[in-house]
């Protein structure tokens, strides 16, 4: 589900976009773009400098100016935006602006994630199939970690999901964690929240082939 506005998504080079972000990285963020409530996966150029103190974070309101894709390059996600400067934060909004934005964008139960059974999906499939959602496991999540990486296990469809995790501040507070796997309710001392959602994404292609991932935890 989408919110239903009357605007499109801000894609002109040169336009200023503001969003609502969901998943920070130094060169590559997930967020919604608060003109056109549509998720967007914005590439743009890490911050350096004064910037790097002011680089959003989750929930954070930010701008930046739309750039142009270089004529070899192929969008391969459809929520794919390319930003010519970092992500500059201008706000931050509250808990219930941020549930009326985030509502209408979560999965609805039953539904199959990101439109498909399987863990990946062929690249050439990407134009059919939504590449971002959040979702709200059904019971508990547990969070693994191991030898492997760190992985996110839930149900959905009375099935158990398990899905490599992406979250650079999951992966910063590591050493925080009791033994895993664990509740993701228990959490809340490592992380500063309990989790309760995710944002899952597909990645960019391996071998032809792009997978699911959770690119952030959310409250």
């Known amino acids: 589900m989408r919110l239903v506005t009357q605007f499109p998504r801000t894609e002109v080079p040169g336009s200023s976009m503001h969003v609502l972000v969901l998943a920070p990285s130094p060169t590559r963020t997930l967020g919604v773009d608060l003109a056109s409530g549509a998720f967007v996966r914005m590439d743009h150029p890490a911050p350096r400098g004064e910037r790097v103190k002011t680089a959003p974070r989750e929930f954070d309101v930010a701008v930046a100016r739309v750039g142009t894709r270089p004529e070899n390059e192929t969008a391969i996600h459809r929520e794919s935006v390319v930003l010519d400067q970092p992500l500059s934060t201008v706000g931050r909004m509250s808990k219930r602006k ?5 509502r209408p964008l979560q999965h609805v139960p039953g539904s199959s994630l990101l439109g498909c059974e ?3 999906v062929p690249m050439w499939d990407l134009e059919t ?19 492997n990486g760190v992985w996110a296990m839930f149900n959905w469809k009375r099935h158990t999901h398990r899905v490599r995790v992406e979250d650079r501040r999951l992966f910063s507070r590591l050493d925080w964690f009791p033994e895993t796997p664990v509740a993701a309710n228990k959490l809340g001392p490592a992380l500063g929240f309990v989790p309760r959602r995710l944002v899952l994404s597909f990645t960019d292609p391996v071998n032809g082939y792009c997978y699911k991932a959770v690119s952030a935890l959310l409250r």
Not at 98 to 102: H, K, N, P, W
């Open 118 to 120: 399987g863990p990946a």
């Open 129 to 147: 199939l939504p590449g971002v959602a959040i979702v709200r496991p059904e019971g508990d999540m547990f969070i693994d970690v191991n030898e």
């Open 98 to 102: 941020v549930e009326r934005i985030l």
